[in-house]
């Protein structure tokens, strides 16, 4: 059926459902880079693992699907600090994915995502510090998932049941 113009009900469906898919591809990317950065810090002893990582979370996020359908957007916390996040198209609405919103629930405070009024949209920052810490990040994350290639796929076998010394299992 054509709704007048050019597109017919099949089509948009079938658009929606892509779109969707799409939209859920990137979640469980969110949720592995929620992961690998959960990991990182915990190794070094950090109480709050994903304090201070909003922007490079959210950038790395970006970079990965080279932003389509998605906006880099940013507000001020309670401490007048940006918060980041990415706000994404799911083919029925815009969503909002926040790989660190958990820094401000173990705080008990509100997170700025969860009200977006007032954020900005945002481009990326150059500077060289958070490109460092992005590699790091993007580095993990590759090294998490060859984890789970390699049968790995808990963070609890990552930061110490590894006898392999990072290397495949035999």
């Known amino acids: 059926m054509d709704r007048g113009h050019g597109v017919t009900t099949d ?99 509100e997170c700025p995502s969860d009200n977006p009024v007032g954020r900005t949209k945002a481009g990326r920052m150059g500077f060289k510090s958070y490109k460092n810490r992005m590699k790091i990040l993007e580095d993990n994350l590759e090294l998490m998932n060859k984890m789970d290639e390699w049968g790995h796929n808990s963070i609890h076998r990552v930061t110490g049941g590894n006898q392999n010394g990072g290397e495949p299992p035999p």
């Open 11 to 109: 089509e948009a469906m079938r658009e929606r459902e892509t779109q969707k898919n799409y939209y859920l591809q990137v979640l469980e990317t969110a949720s592995r880079i929620y992961e690998t950065l959960e990991w990182q810090n915990v190794t070094r002893g950090k109480d709050n693992p994903t304090k201070g990582e909003c922007y490079v979370a959210s950038a790395l996020l970006y970079n990965i699907y080279k932003g389509k359908d998605m906006d880099l957007v940013k507000k001020k916390d309670h401490a007048g600090v940006w918060h980041w996040w990415i706000e994404i198209w799911d083919g029925t609405m815009s969503r909002v994915i926040d790989i660190t919103r958990e820094q401000y629930i173990r705080e008990g405070i």
